[in-house]
């Protein structure tokens, strides 16, 4: 149990909830990034891991997507583990649409599987999950405790999330400075569209001295579609704060969230979707402090993050191409151990992405990250020093050298690191190497076309004894 929590100390992710069950525990984790995922549930048994589940969510997909999502996991889980480890479907139950496949390998099983959740007898309603599960010993037991009865309840089952529900009045939940004193929704609508404004207090603790640059208040609407299935809207969002957002002219302060969406009636080519709920939430330098829904088993069909990393703030803003925002969050992050963090600072320094480019940077932070001795830290710094360049940077033994023990830890099974190995050979001189090891990347059964033909450009560069530059 130590090292895994150390390991998830590495990664900025939290452990939010533990529960004590029988002879170990139950972790809540989150902060792990992954595309759609909400949580991830650790159990552990006389403090040996007996049990992994991760719960994804993509809220704006029809079922169909997950579906097809899930044959795109099926065919990436055979790859690693073969089909003949496949076993039967996973079979259907009451109220919880479940089906996907699972792996045996030993004792130990991993399956993939899309949950298609029906509300109770008498509500026409359902939500749809990804769940990728491990198990240690196949005992027959599902990890996760809550019924499909107690997600459509009206009474928040989260208890990290109850804590933080707006309380009547205009106090903030214990142990929070923000408060949603106030939440009106407003009909505009007419017969063409579904217009609705959501108008919002948000009020600060007196005492409180926030810095508005870490305040973050989101709002997602909810639709219903085709089989009455609950996603994120498509509709057109809007945000606009009525004054300065820094809670020093005004307490509270004054946000208005628009929601337009044309109505099937507008015209052909326009989705027929049904307006079904809001859920608001307030965070403060990455932790949530307070939250408001309507209706409210929004909570439980949706779970809401408690905690978001810095690293997970610099993943967003990189992808709206904020680069220089993205390089200070990874900058904090780097400074708490993350490895992902350090690596992604280092390639800004590289190539000047939200800094001034500065390769003696990139690689001090390369550097750090590899001496957590993973296997991509250390290809990574194994790359950099063969194709730096600037020729005072290069090293062509220590590349050889990390890139070695990269293919050592992978056991010779990442063409990638065989390729960087190669690269670390050509820089060498070494050319007759660098082709023998390049042909042996280009041998494994996952090299697609795409990296295929990057294997065979970079042996072409080798043949003509000439070392890859970046």
């Known amino acids: 149990m130590a090292h895994v929590e150390a390991s998830l100390g590495y990664s ?88 996907g496949y699972f792996w045996q390998l030993g004792n130990s099983r991993v399956a993939a599987s899309c949950q298609l959740e029906s509300a109770p007898t008498g509500r026409d309603l359902s939500v749809n999950t990804l769940i990728i599960t491990y198990e240690g010993s196949v ?131 326009v989705s027929n979707r049904r307006f079904f709920g809001y859920l608001t939430t307030v965070y403060y330098d990455g932790r949530l402090e307070v939250l408001r829904a309507e209706p409210l088993l929004l909570l439980n069909l949706f779970p809401v993050r408690t905690f978001i990393s810095p690293f997970e703030s ?45 390769l003696r940077q990139a690689a001090m932070f390369y550097e750090r990250a590899a001496l957590q001795n993973t296997p991509r830290s250390l290809n990574a710094l194994a790359w950099f020093l063969a194709t730096c360049e600037d020729g005072t940077i290069r090293n062509a033994s220590e590349s050889i050298r990390h890139a070695t023990r990269a293919c050592e830890l992978t056991y010779w099974q990442e063409w990638k690191y065989i390729d960087t190995l190669a690269a670390g050979w050509a820089e060498a001189g070494d050319f007759k190497r660098a082709i023998e090891y390049g042909q042996q990347a280009l041998q494994l059964s996952d090299v697609d076309d795409a990296a295929r033909k990057k294997i065979e450009d970079r042996l072409a560069l080798y043949r003509k004894r000439q070392p890859v530059r970046e």
């Not at 549930?41 to 891991?49: C, D, G, S, T, V």
């Open 314 to 358: 610099a993943h967003t803003a990189a992808g709206r191409k904020d680069f220089a925002t993205a390089a200070r969050l990874y900058r904090t992050a780097a400074d708490r151990g993350n490895l992902f963090a350090l690596e992604n600072l280092a390639w800004f320094y590289a190539r000047g992405q939200g800094v001034d480019k500065d």
């Open 12 to 99: 900025s992710a939290e452990i939010v909830l533990r529960t004590a069950t029988g002879q170990g525990e139950t972790w809540v984790v989150e902060g792990l990034i992954q595309p759609g995922l909400k949580h991830t549930i650790f159990r552990f048994e006389k403090n040996a891991l007996t049990g992994v589940e991760l719960r994804h969510q993509y809220e704006a997909w029809p079922v169909d997507r997950y579906r097809t999502h899930l044959e795109n996991v099926r065919v990436s889980f055979e790859r690693r583990y073969g089909r003949k480890q496949h076993g039967r479907p996973i079979s259907y139950r009451e109220n919880n649409n479940q089906s």
């Open 139 to 269: 005992d027959g037991r599902d990890i996760g405790s809550i019924t499909a009865g107690d997600r459509w309840s009206d009474s928040v089952i989260f208890p990290i999330v109850a804590r933080k529900l707006q309380p009547g009045g205009d106090h903030p939940p214990n142990g929070s400075d923000f408060a949603l004193t106030d939440a009106r929704l407003l009909n505009t609508s007419d017969n063409n569209q579904t217009a609705l404004m959501l108008q919002l207090a948000v009020k600060v603790e007196t005492q409180a001295l926030p810095d508005p640059i870490k305040a973050v208040v989101e709002v997602n609407f909810y639709d219903t579609i085709a089989d009455s299935q609950i996603v994120l809207t498509d509709a057109q969002v809007n945000y606009d704060w009525r004054s300065r957002r820094d809670w020093k002219q005004a307490n509270p302060e004054t946000l208005s969230v628009s929601y337009v969406r044309k109505d099937a009636a507008a015209g052909p080519g």
